[in-house]
């Protein structure tokens, strides 16, 4: 089995009503807010390093998860490898490029990687993938 240096990057929720998800998260729970814009709100699920997003880019209720990785070919090679089919790359938020695929549930998944025109914080954290994640594995 071959790893692929991957890193839960967020969670996106679909939402109608991104002020009331917003009380919801924020008010009901307690997470922190990290963003409040008109059409998305970004709580902190109290996780290091991940976003949980509440948007209108999406329909509610569907979900998309993404993950982060400094090799998005090495990631399509491995896919292909696999046979898993996945559509991009393309041209993604926050001038990443990504490719998206379903899991066995339909959940969709996207895995992005950071281009130059991507802020550098995002460029950052995704320098610092490798190391983490094979520690994480035991490798």
Request: charged share 20%; aromatic share 6%; proline share 7%.
């Amino acid at each position: 089995m071959t790893f692929m240096l991957l890193v839960l990057h967020e969670i996106e929720l679909g939402s109608g009503n991104p002020d009331a998800s917003k009380e919801f998260y924020h008010k009901s729970l307690g997470l922190p807010l990290a963003v409040d814009q008109d059409q998305l709100k970004v709580v902190r699920p109290n996780v290091d390093g991940l976003d949980f997003n509440l948007s209108t880019h999406l329909s509610a209720p569907r979900v998309i998860i993404s993950f982060l990785t400094r090799d998005l070919e090495g990631v399509m090679d491995e896919l292909k490898r696999q046979g898993r089919p996945f559509s991009g790359p393309r041209p993604s938020h926050l001038g990443m490029t990504s490719v998206q695929l379903e899991d066995p549930d339909g959940y969709t998944v996207k895995i992005n990687m950071p281009t130059e025109g991507s802020p550098q914080w995002l460029k950052d954290k995704a320098a610092r993938i490798g190391t983490a994640a094979l520690v994480a594995s035991g490798h």
